[in-house]
């Protein structure tokens, strides 16, 4: 997989953003998607996964209620939806690949993406 992250920008405190991850390979259906983001001083963090199938999702504590994990195969691209924007989200948004289903850790992901700044002004 190849992947390239998209979709960042600079928004106000409550608003929303959708980040979207493509793929230009042809294995992509065969492997669970992660978002992870990494904020300036912090290390990086987890932030969703969804399987290849899309019918598990896996969120932070942090986002839970608020992101939303999807993907669409034929398209070879998974989204993050981001609602209710904090400024504690601003950070660089990377996504990133695995053959483990329900992985959560950096450590179990490769062929990462460029990441997509996400700032979020209060």
């Known amino acids: 997989v190849q992947l390239q992250a998209s979709g960042g920008g600079l928004v106000q405190a409550g608003d929303s953003l959708r980040l979207s991850c493509a793929d230009s390979?042809?294995?992509?259906?065969?492997?669970?998607i992660g978002w992870f983001r990494q904020a300036p001083g912090k290390e990086r963090e987890f932030v969703a996964a969804v399987t290849w199938s899309g019918g598990t999702t896996y969120y932070a504590d942090s986002v839970k209620g608020r992101f939303t994990i999807s993907r669409d195969n034929a398209k070879n691209t998974v989204y993050l939806q981001m609602n209710s924007l904090k400024p504690e989200d601003t950070a660089v948004y990377y996504c990133?690949?695995?053959?483990?289903?329900?992985?959560?850790?950096?450590?179990?992901?490769?062929?990462w993406g460029q990441g997509t700044q996400v700032t979020v002004s209060s």
């Open positions: 390979g042809r294995t992509f259906s065969s492997y669970a």
């Open positions: 990133a690949a695995t053959k483990f289903p329900g992985a959560t850790h950096g450590t179990d992901f490769g062929s």
